[in-house]
Each structure stands twice: as structure tokens, then as C-alpha cells.
């Protein structure tokens, strides 16, 4: 399709914009990180673990609770992401972070909130981790939890409920559980809730003889926990500490994540350890580096992603025309190879002769690399620092660790092999979020793009990975998107993936950019709401926003279909762009646990425009 000259310009413009403001948040040791903006939970958690632990500052808490203020919604509720729907939970736990800071249960917003929270069914209604946090607060009982037995810890590594069949986040955060509900540790209840209750009990749901199966199961474990065996008790709570203290990392954290790392300091507490043990100091030191306050207030960060948001920001500004030879791009990528994971992690419980290799996401996650960085990582190190020996070290190591972690099925998961269980789910204490880790499409198309840009397609690897990513593909030409929202997102991988292995003509691809042609936004731009995970109506569906425009336009440009819906979607971020070279969005875009725990890359909004412009341009190396 023919463009004016004037679009052209303009585009180039908006690139040019958009190229100076990445740069500009550069950190100057090399690394890019956005905030990854989560939902209130993670903060009203934060002072609930403070109050329980004795160390809850009035400065910190009511910096902490402006910000919960900030976020509550005219009708007194609080939601997972922008826009959502009111959310029980979410807005119990801001609730009570807002009572602990003193909010009268008469204020207004306190009576709106409360109100909502009595017609959902109340606490009784309430996930099963804020019932446990009320557990702790002494708001709630210790009985009334599903219980986790210690005991899981001595299981074999492929046994059935292991801890190991569970994906890594859930993994970390059901070993620290574990030694929670078996000393069930109390602090004094710091006010009354009796506003939040409806005195009607909530029993799990039975839809099946599994279900029956495993309420039969939670009450053995409970009847169980009034006796258990004395010496095998005290054996596996000393295993589980172990497990637990040999995974803190360096920046005192577990997995870089929010849930296992709260939940570690508590059971370390809970064990007899004091605030200022080497572990727990290093752990609440570290909590300090995921803090932002500004005038907003006071927040916390559920993970933070310098490795992912450093390799898209190299890969996007080499498509955008800046020289591997720059400094700053050069700055960037010696940072990434001093990322490289070396060690074991748990990945290898399954793969116990495949050589460590890889990088992560966070800042400092070595028991945890994962196949997704990696698969961006590699292809950034290889543009950005060409013949260079460190670099190709690396990057040779990660593509044999890549090869190593693929799943039996074809697929590539983030974090482990084949973890795959269907019985994890149905335990009564996993109500949110994904527990496991199976292979997806957006994973598996990242790698595909890798070793189809390394001359690897012809590997028996990848053409096993290719035969799956064109299985997952939806009746209607999209894919599901685990990590980014989502049939955009798995879309806007999947092809690229197909285009560096030559199949950019393929049927598949032709499906792909026909649904992309029919999902967009009368002004050009996409998007798609996080209702999409639980509502198939919402597939495609959203407000236009700049990451998810991007995503449709790197399908288009990857397709060799520069058409006028793709020349539309380059209209809409011209004239979205703000003067400073960035792009708004509130919206959430990318996923912890499709649809149940959501995120707002705030590099996204930035990288991924930059990226798509680039190329379509053509004006990158």
C-alpha cells in the first residue's frame, strides 16, 4: 500500500520521539526497568506483614494507605486491573489495610466498600490467601484454612503433590505455607471486621468426584494436624526451612516474586528467628528496594523485570536505527551477559544433566532463569555485541539450556519441564491464580524466533516446537497469550516466530492477520480488556493502547502485510504519542496469572512501539 509522504514523515517523527525518550530512561549502569504496576493486594499485604512482625511505621502506613485511597472506585470498590470489575478479595484486603491506617468504618468510602463487600457473601467469600492473612492478623481462624502438612516437603520430587508440581512461584510460596499453617501464628487482632461478615459460612464447591475426593482430603489433613507425629513433624518443618533459606536470593528475596517472599519471612519468623537474623534482615532490606513512594504515596512493587525490559529496550532500539556500536547500547548488553545464570536452580530437579545456562528476569533470580528472557536476551546480545567472545559464550550456553527445557509435548514453558499436573488446581487452597507451569504459545514463539534468527529451524527441537505453536492456534486464526493480554499479545509472537523459520506465507499466518484485521478499533488502534481470560466475548476486545497496537503492527510488518490496517494501526500511535516522546496506558497489559493477578509493564507503553516503527520503517540494522 502506497503512503503519503506526510504519513511518512510524521511516523518518522513519532519514531524519533519515541527512540530519544528510551533512551533517556537508561539507567546509567546500562539496564532499562518500568515499573511493574500490580493491584492493591500487594500493598495492604505489606502493612498486614509489618503489623504482624511489630514493625509497622505511621509514616510508612499512611503514605501506603493514600495510595489504596487513590485506587478505590467511585462505587467503593477496588479491581485487579484498570478498569476491571469490583474484586471481593482485593477490595477486603484494602479494607483492612485502610482500617489499620486508621480509616473510621463510618467514612464514607469505608461505608461504600463495606457495603459491597457484605452483598458478595463477605469475608466467608473471600480467596483463600486473604482468609490466611486474616489468620494471621488474628482476625480469622487457623482451622477454617485449608491446611498444608509440612510433611509435603519429603515427598519424592515426582510424587503427586510435590512441591515440584507445582510451578516455581506457587512452588516457593506453598514451602513457606506449609511451616505457616503448622505453627499458625497469631498477632493480636488490631481492630474488628464485624461490618465485613455475613455469618453465613462458605463450603467449597463439589462438582465432581474429585472434588468430593479432595474436601475428603483437606478434612483428613485437618483431623491430622490436631495430632501429628511429633518427630516426623519436627523433621520435615527442619527440612522446609532449609528449603526455604537455601533459595533466598542475593537481593533477599524469593524468586524475586512478592507472595513466596512474604510468606518466607513469616515462617522464618514463625520458627523462632528474630527480625535481626541474617536472613530476615536481608529480606526486609530487600523490600525496601521494591518500594516506590512519590505524591501519590507509597507502593510496592510485586516483581521487578531490569533483564526483560533491558533485552527488549536493546532489540527495539537496533530496530529503531541506533548502531550496535553506541555506548549506551553496548553499556546495555555487557550488563545482560553479566546476567547469565550459572547455577542450578530448581529447573534442574528434572533435568539433572542438562548444563546450567540462561538469565532472568529479575535483578537477582539465579535458582529461577526462565526460557522467555532467555529467548529475548540471546537475539539482543547477538545484534549488540556481534563476535564478541563473552557474548557468544553466553549465548551459546543459553541456547543449549533453551534446547534442554523443552517440554515433552513440543512446547516451551517459562520456567520448568513438563510441569503439567491437572490435580494441583483442585487442591482446596490453590483459588488463585495458575499454579502450574505448562508450555504456551507465546513462550514456545519466542523461542521459535530465536533459533529461527540463529539458523536453528532445521533442529528436530524446533520443528517439534513449530508442529505445536501450529496446534495451539485458535479456531479463529488467533493465539492465547500466557503472559501478555492476550490473543494479541500470542498473536503479535506467533508470527514473527513463523516468519524467521520463512513460513511468513503460510496458511497459519494468512488466518492470524485476517483476525487482526477484524478485531481493530475504528480508530485504528488495539486492544484487548483482561476479561478476555474468563470471558470469550472479549477476545480482541479492549481500548486501544500503545503496547497492543504495537503487538498487531510486529504480526503485520513480520507477515509482509503493510496494508492499510497496519498503516491505520501507525496512524493511531502518531497520534496518541504525548509531546515527550511517550505513550499513556493505564491499562493493564501483561498477566502473573491470566485474568486472577494482572500487570502494567510500564516499559511496555515505550519499548514495544518503538520496536514495531522500527521496523516497519525499515529503518533498523
Not at 464514607?108 to 486473604?130: D, K, N, P, Q, Y
Not at 497469631?186 to 464447591?205: F, H, K, M, N, Y
Not at 492477520?513 to 475504528?522: C, F, G, S, T, Y
Request: hydrophobic share 45%; proline share 5%; charged share 25%.
Amino acid at each position: 500500500m502506497a503512503v503519503a509522504a506526510s504519513g511518512l514523515e510524521s511516523a518518522r517523527a513519532t519514531l524519533d520521539r519515541a527512540r530519544a525518550h528510551l533512551l533517556d530512561l537508561q539507567h546509567p549502569d546500562g539496564w532499562w526497568k518500568g515499573e511493574l504496576e500490580t493491584n492493591v493486594t500487594i500493598d495492604a499485604e505489606d502493612l498486614f506483614l509489618r503489623y504482624y512482625l511489630g514493625i509497622l511505621d505511621r509514616k510508612q502506613t499512611e503514605s501506603s494507605a493514600r495510595w489504596i485511597r487513590s485506587r478505590q472506585r467511585e462505587d467503593g470498590s477496588w479491581a485487579t486491573f484498570h478498569g476491571g470489575p469490583f474484586d471481593l478479595s482485593t477490595t477486603i484486603e484494602a479494607y483492612l489495610a485502610l482500617r489499620l491506617a486508621g480509616d473510621s468504618p463510618e467514612a464514607e468510602h469505608m461505608r461504600r466498600a463495606a457495603a459491597l463487600i457484605r452483598e458478595a457473601g463477605g469475608v466467608e467469600r473471600s480467596r483463600v490467601f486473604t482468609r490466611m492473612w486474616l489468620s494471621l492478623l488474628g482476625l480469622w481462624s487457623w482451622a477454617e484454612v485449608p491446611m498444608l502438612p509440612p510433611e509435603q516437603i519429603m515427598l519424592p520430587a515426582r510424587a503427586p503433590f510435590s512441591v515440584y508440581t507445582f510451578g516455581c512461584w506457587a512452588r516457593q510460596t506453598i514451602v513457606a505455607l506449609s511451616i505457616v499453617s503448622a505453627l499458625r501464628p497469631q498477632a493480636s487482632p488490631p481492630i474488628a471486621i464485624d461490618e465485613l461478615r455475613t455469618g453465613v459460612s462458605s463450603a467449597p464447591s463439589v462438582n465432581d468426584a474429585w472434588d468430593r475426593l479432595f474436601v475428603l482430603l483437606g478434612r483428613a489433613l485437618h483431623l491430622y494436624e490436631r495430632h501429628p507425629i511429633g518427630a516426623l513433624r519436627r523433621r520435615a518443618l527442619r527440612r522446609a526451612e532449609r528449603w526455604v533459606l537455601e533459595r533466598q536470593e542475593q537481593d533477599g528475596s524469593w524468586g524475586g516474586i512478592q507472595p513466596p517472599w512474604v510468606w518466607s519471612i513469616v515462617a522464618l519468623h514463625a520458627l523462632g528467628r528474630p527480625l535481626d537474623d541474617p536472613a530476615l534482615a536481608k529480606a526486609l532490606a530487600g523490600l525496601d528496594v521494591f518500594t516506590i513512594e512519590d505524591e501519590e504515596g507509597r507502593r510496592i512493587e510485586a516483581c521487578q523485570s531490569p533483564v526483560w525490559d533491558t533485552g527488549l529496550a536493546v532489540l527495539a532500539l537496533l530496530d529503531a536505527g541506533l548502531a550496535a556500536t553506541d555506548s549506551r547500547l553496548e553499556r546495555a548488553a555487557r550488563w545482560l551477559v553479566a546476567c547469565e545464570v550459572r547455577v542450578r536452580g530448581d529447573w534442574s530437579v528434572r533435568k539433572r544433566k542438562l548444563e546450567p545456562g540462561g538469565f532472568p528476569f529479575e535483578f537477582a533470580n539465579d535458582n529461577y532463569p526462565d526460557v522467555d528472557d532467555t529467548a529475548i536476551v540471546v537475539p539482543a546480545l547477538r545484534r549488540a555485541l556481534a563476535a564478541d567472545e563473552s557474548a557468544d559464550g553466553a549465548c551459546e550456553r543459553s541456547l543449549v539450556w533453551t534446547l534442554g527445557m523443552q517440554c515433552k509435548d513440543g512446547g516451551w514453558a517459562a520456567f520448568d519441564v513438563d510441569n503439567t499436573s491437572r490435580l494441583c488446581a483442585r487442591l482446596p487452597f490453590c483459588d488463585f491464580g495458575a499454579v502450574t507451569d505448562p508450555p504456551s504459545a507465546d513462550v514456545t514463539a519466542h523461542v521459535l524466533e530465536m533459533l529461527g534468527r540463529e539458523g536453528m529451524g532445521g533442529l528436530r527441537e524446533a520443528r517439534r516446537g513449530l508442529d505445536w505453536l501450529l496446534e495451539a492456534q485458535e479456531p479463529d486464526g488467533s493465539w492465547f497469550g500466557r503472559w501478555g493480554a492476550n490473543f494479541i499479545y500470542g498473536t503479535g509472537a506467533a508470527v514473527p516466530a513463523l516468519a524467521a523459520l520463512g513460513l511468513a506465507g503460510h496458511e497459519s499466518v494468512r488466518r492470524a492477520i485476517a483476525w487482526l484485521e477484524r478485531i481493530q478499533n475504528p480508530d485504528g488502534g488495539f486492544g484487548e480488556d483482561m476479561r478476555s481470560y474468563s470471558d470469550p466475548s472479549w477476545r480482541g476486545r479492549g481500548d486501544s493502547t500503545a503496547s497492543q497496537t504495537a503487538w498487531a503492527l510486529l504480526a503485520f510488518h513480520a507477515a509482509g502485510e503493510l496494508n492499510e490496517a497496519a498503516w491505520r494501526a501507525v496512524d493511531w500511535l502518531v497520534q496518541a504519542q504525548c509531546p515527550d516522546g511517550s505513550w499513556d496506558e493505564p491499562q493493564f497489559t501483561g498477566t502473573g496469572f491470566p485474568w486472577d493477578f494482572n500487570l502494567n509493564y510500564h516499559l511496555y507503553r515505550q519499548v514495544f512501539p518503538v520496536m514495531a516503527l522500527g521496523r516497519v520503517l525499515g529503518v533498523g540494522a
